[in-house]
């Protein structure tokens, strides 16, 4: 299948989510949709994330002066901005008042454990004002920024109408056409309308109980998967999926344009063209990532009934300066979210292998472990039994193999 085939198809991205409301047999997934807004639509889509955006910052700037936000007291702030300005009538009642469970959120993340221990690693290894003003703030709510993740959500489904490929939610005047219709048969619970790269996405969430029925060849049993920067990952199998890293390939138009931008007046017509395309940009190395690894995901899932990676720690593989970008180009994250989630939806089993596992340095055919094995040896040499084998696939033998039940 061509890259723009999949990329095009794949605009419709799948989440499991886990939610104690609905019965066992339910999941949630969530189908995010292209939709095309014409001039005056968009305005008034502008118009709707412009006011979520001033509730959200209202409620921020009240936490920042009083040291404390309830949900009561947001609910009470919330009605008074709606009786102060007569534009967010405009707009749902649900725009404005999903800001109070937001700010609930963004608060309880900020005083969680994992957060508070990095706050304070930040502030005691700050030296300057700056830095320590910086370091107090670290998880704290933010503003939120005109142009940067405009989104708003509706998640009542009283409040959200779908015929064929068009929607409209509470107070919208229209229906907005949408690039696919929904796939998935279910009840639509809510709807969350974003802007991404110039183009405009609805995601919907719904809950179905449909188990996904198509029809395939049988399964293989099992199989190793080890992800890597070289390649993006090695089959016990031997299959490679070869790397493909879309924002290198970039690189070079993505400094182009911030060059150019850096020169430019700021909020100027010119400025705001240049900062379009640089989001554009942006926005087509991540669908390019996405469509790769949906194509190994599927793969995976539709030949395996078992499938086992490491269980990585991709925040903390960042924090080497050397293989940030490449890491973050790779999308190791993003690849064993949207794994877990297949697996569900086609009852595969996933297995994830424990971190330290040395699956690098164990020989796959007698056991043998290599303490001494720079990451520069491609070729896996074992002095027991002599078995001479690629790194990533002698890895991938040991996942795989890892606890097999």
Known sequence: MRIEEIIFALCLLSIIIKDKHFNENAILLA??????????Q??????????????????????????????????????????????????STRVIRNCVDDIDKAIKRAWSPQIIIER???????????????????????????GINESFSIREKEKITIKDRKFKVEKMPFYIKMRNKIRFSGVVKQVTISMQGG????????????????????RLDSVGVDVGIKELATLSNGVVFPKSQPLKKQLKRLRQLQKKLSRQIRYSNGYKITKAKIAKLHYFVSQKRKAIIHELTDYLVKTFNR????????KGMIKNRKLAKAISDVGFGMFKE????????????????????????????????KDNLKLSYRVYNCNSCNLVIDRDLNASLNINGWRQV
């Open 31 to 40: 189908h995010k949709i292209e939709i095309r807004p014409n001039q005056e």
């Open 338 to 369: 949207i794994l877990t989630y297949k697996c569900k939806l086609y009852d595969v089993k996933l297995v994830l292998v424990d971190r330290f596992f040395p699956s690098s340095k164990i020989c796959s055919k007698c056991g043998t472990k």
């Open 120 to 146: 304070n690693r930040a502030i005691d290894k700050a030296s300057t004002p700056k830095q320590k003003l910086k370091a107090y703030n670290l998880g704290m709510p933010q503003f939120a920024k005109k």
């Open 42 to 91: 968009e305005e008034y889509l502008l118009g709707a994330v412009g006011s979520r955006r001033f509730a959200y910052n209202h409620l921020v700037a009240y936490y920042n002066e009083q040291k404390k936000l309830t949900k009561t007291v947001s609910v009470k702030l919330i009605k008074e901005l709606r009786a102060k300005y007569e534009w967010l009538e405009d707009f």
């Open 199 to 218: 183009k405009w996405f609805a995601s919907f969430l719904i809950e179905t109980t449909d188990k996904h029925e198509e029809e395939q060849k049988p």
């Open 307 to 314: 499938v086992a990676i490491e269980d990585l720690n991709v």
